[in-house]
């Protein structure tokens, strides 16, 4: 195909029907241009599966789960993953098609992402016992592919920085760590004895093997406009969770506190126990955070959030005044999630910054460093301000 006529091939495919007298399109590009015109329509948008030259034009999916599992196969066929993910998700905004996600079959056929366990784990009181099942394998399957992204880094990370904390120069023997005591000594080396004089030893402090070294909090807004957020969060956190250094404590809140940290064990389970939409009583969540608090200076309490507060936002600040002046380390993220800074109440933003907890939105995949950051009691604004992450203003 030659230049000319690829560029008119992509103007086609852009504007859709209005622009039919540009060419012909082959069939694999009527297949293209029937699926993106079934869901954005435009100048006389051809129903999915309809041939380009036939029948009645209207835009829409259709009410038939026949007709969308052909448009779901169409667009997994002709578009890369990071698009179907996007169409599937402007389809079920666009077209209402949330009650044709609870058919098994229909199900069984998209393309697991975030998003969509975010749409299940909404409707999970509505999902009907025949579906229940496959509704939880997708969320299993976006789990695991969570999992597998993220938890090896996140371990290595908290091991890390609680083993820095750890440091001690009086080891036991057991518990030298050689690479760095010879490393620490080089200086000293005697080249005529061909003896390496130690002065310094380096180690880790023995840790009890039933106490944990850190605390960490996290209390996770489960309004609407908060879904990918808590699905990390729930995923992060059972990642957590199974480490013995680390006590970990997952708290969802809208109007009202529930804690999960029971369900940590699985967070599948953990976000079917989630009540996603609803109102946000931020103050109420911290204040329950703050009763969890048992070593302030051994805690780092991460409030996920976009600060829409509906509860009293003054007291929200005095309870986050107290708890930064009592040592614990108060992180507020403004998203967790790979769609970048969302809408968010700046000015709340802005005074819980000044207060000393540090606002802003971060990505799953920086969250490891993060919280390693926050585990050594470093400074968190620092760390982002020098990761390009703006702290919210």
Known sequence: MTGDAERQRRWR???????????????????RDAALTGLYGGGGARTVGE???????SAGLGSSAPVLHRWLGDVRKYFPTSVVQVMQKDAVEKLGLRQLLLEPELLSSVEPDVSLVGTLVSLSSAIPARTRETARAVVRKVVEDIERR?????????????????????????????????????RHYQ??????????????????????????????????????????????????????????????????????????????????????????????????????????????????????????ARELQRRVRELVASGVTVVVLLALSDSGTPSYDHELAAKL???????????????????????????????????????GR
Request: aromatic share 4%; glycine share 8%.
């Open 353 to 391: 910054s000044d207060l000393g907890a540090p606002a802003f939105a971060c990505t799953p995949d920086r969250f490891p460093d993060l919280l390693a950051t926050a585990l050594r009691r470093e400074d968190v604004a620092t760390w982002a301000e020098q990761s390009g992450i703006p702290v």
């Open 51 to 57: 041939a380009p030259n036939g029948g009645k034009r």
């Open 191 to 312: 080249p005529d004895q061909r003896t390496l004089v130690v002065e310094t030893l380096a180690g880790r402090k023995r840790r009890s093997r039933s106490a944990a070294l850190r605390d960490v909090i996290l209390l996770v807004d489960q309004s609407g406009s908060m879904a990918d957020s808590v699905v990390y969060s729930a995923v992060l956190g059972a990642s957590l969770a199974s480490l013995k250094s680390i006590d970990t404590k997952l708290v969802v809140f809208d109007t009202e506190v529930v804690d999960l940290t029971e369900t940590l064990d699985d967070p599948v389970d953990l976000l079917f126990s989630t009540q996603l939409g609803g109102g946000t009583d931020i103050n109420r969540a911290v204040a329950y955070g703050q009763s969890l608090v048992r070593r302030p200076t051994d805690t780092v309490m991460v409030l996920i959030s976009d600060l829409y507060e509906g509860g009293v």
């Open 150 to 186: 993220l938890a090896d880094r996140l371990m290595a990370a908290v091991h890390g920085a609680i083993d820095h904390s750890q440091r001690t120069r009086r080891p036991r023997p057991a518990d030298v760590d050689w690479p760095t005591t010879i490393k620490a000594n080089l």
């Open 13 to 31: 495919l852009l504007l859709g029907a209005a622009a039919e007298g540009m060419g012909e399109l082959g069939e694999d590009d009527q297949r």
